[in-house]
Nanobody
């Protein structure tokens, strides 16, 4: 069982940047497809980005393409989300998530390991 802990959230002005980190423990993340989801108040949780076990394949939601970059360091058991040109609509709780196994792509229902989330607030 892998445990996930997010960090790096905070308050930033529109146009600014943040880098979220996800630190895993319990198992090596090389056994998992990893992703970032987010949930804004009153909205359902949705996928932001995902990355294959080796880091060679990525997926981005249309709303973040060209602004966000997902990456991973299997040796350090960490996953990152670099967020640039942030907008007020990016305000949400961001969750790190893992799906067991290494095939790609993964349906959303496969993501069954979750961190506690980190708040990102973008002011206009």
């Amino acid at each position: 069982q892998v445990q996930l802990v997010e960090s790096g959230g905070g308050l930033v002005q529109a146009g600014g940047s943040l880098r979220l980190s996800c630190t895993a423990s319990g198992r090596t993340i090389s056994d998992y497809t990893m992703g970032w989801f987010r949930q804004a108040p009153g909205k359902e949780r949705g996928v932001v980005a995902a990355i294959s076990w080796g880091g060679t394949r990525t997926y981005y939601a249309d709303s973040v393409k060209g602004r966000f970059t997902i990456s991973r360091n299997n040796a350090e058991n960490q996953v990152y989300l670099q967020m640039n040109n942030l907008k007020p609509d990016d305000t949400a709780v961001y969750y790190c998530t893992a799906a067991s196994g290494i095939f790609w792509p993964r349906p959303l229902s496969d993501y069954n390991h979750w961190g506690q989330g980190t708040q990102v607030t973008v002011s206009s």
